[in-house]
């Protein structure tokens, strides 16, 4: 399975993006599937799962700011974000997971900019 993610890029404060992910080699519709960021001189820390079923769960920095959605049938996974802060600047990166907290598969990551 290789994952490719897409949709990074330069944003001022306030602004929008939307990150997408490409998974391809396999179906993922029986993996959770998540979104990781991770900031220069910071660890890794995970932004968003979307389960098989489609349940979501936001970490508490991008609650009501981030949206994590999924298409089965095209196997992507989305990431839309709203009123971005310059503290989301990160290289953010998309799992797969059959258990979570322990990813089976990375993308390459995408880096994000958000400019105050």
């Known amino acids: 399975v290789q994952l490719q993610a897409s949709g990074g890029g330069l944003v001022q404060a306030g602004g929008s993006l939307r990150l997408s992910c490409a998974a391809s080699?396999?179906?993922?519709?029986?993996?959770?599937m998540a979104w990781y960021r991770q900031a220069p001189g910071k660890q890794r820390e995970w932004v968003a799962i979307v389960s098989s079923r489609g349940n979501t769960i936001y970490a508490d920095s991008v609650k009501g700011r981030f949206t994590i959605s999924r298409d089965k049938a095209k196997n992507t996974m989305d990431l839309q974000m709203n009123s971005l802060k310059p503290e989301d600047t990160a290289v953010y990166y998309c799992s797969a997971h059959r258990v979570w907290g322990r990813p089976d598969y990375w993308g390459q990551g995408t880096q994000v900019t958000v400019s105050s």
């Open positions: 080699g396999s179906t993922l519709n029986v993996y959770g």
